[in-house]
């Protein structure tokens, strides 16, 4: 068997939910998030990370690098509490597009403090699946970009 992961998509016009926005709302007030294009890459950060900061760091995403039905109005409250958020979209033309797109719209929030912070993986690796499965050590490259 060929067992795969499928994104399963709404009707069409439906809004674009935020994979694992609750539990990073839930998180101790001073928290970071890091968003990035798909929930694999979120599902792999948050079983690293969760053992040692799972309780600050959590990975979110809107499941693609298309954010044309994201209703941002609607998920602003993840916006506005975490201390510092990071945007890592996959190294292609479609997910720095996006990253864009998201970097812009939470740049427009009055209430915070700090801007978002756009980085990109390491040359050569689309998204952090593939920096994973190549001996990336994904713990030290989110520890560089959320230093103690």
């Known amino acids: 068997h060929d067992f795969?992961?499928?994104h399963i998509g709404g009707t069409?016009?439906?809004?674009?939910?935020?994979?694992?926005?609750?539990?990073?709302?839930?998180?101790?007030?001073?928290?970071?998030?890091?968003f990035v294009e798909g929930e694999l890459d979120a599902l792999l950060i948050n079983s690293i990370m969760f053992p040692v900061d799972?309780?600050?760091?959590?990975?979110?995403?809107?499941?693609?690098?298309?954010?044309?039905?994201?209703?941002f109005?609607?998920?602003?409250?993840?916006?506005?509490t975490p201390e510092r958020i990071v945007i890592c979209y996959d190294n292609d033309a479609e997910g720095q597009a996006g990253a864009?797109?998201?970097?812009?719209?939470?740049?427009?929030?009055?209430?915070?403090?700090?801007?978002?912070?756009?980085?990109?993986?390491?040359e050569g690796y689309k998204d952090?699946?593939?920096?994973y499965a190549a001996g990336g050590n994904v713990y030290e490259l989110l520890c560089?970009?959320?230093?103690v």
């Open 100 to 122: 864009a797109v998201l970097y812009d719209e939470i740049s427009k929030l009055k209430t915070r403090e700090t801007p978002p912070v756009l980085v990109t993986l390491p």
């Open 54 to 71: 799972g309780d600050t760091l959590q990975a979110v995403t809107f499941g693609s690098a298309s954010l044309k039905n994201v209703p």
């Open 4 to 6: 795969r992961y499928e």
């Open 73 to 80: 109005q609607k998920y602003f409250r993840y916006f506005n």
């Open 12 to 34: 069409a016009g439906s809004d674009t939910g935020l994979f694992n926005g609750d539990a990073a709302i839930d998180m101790h007030p001073l928290h970071d998030v890091i």
């Open 144 to 147: 560089k970009w959320f230093p």
């Open 128 to 131: 952090f699946g593939e920096y």
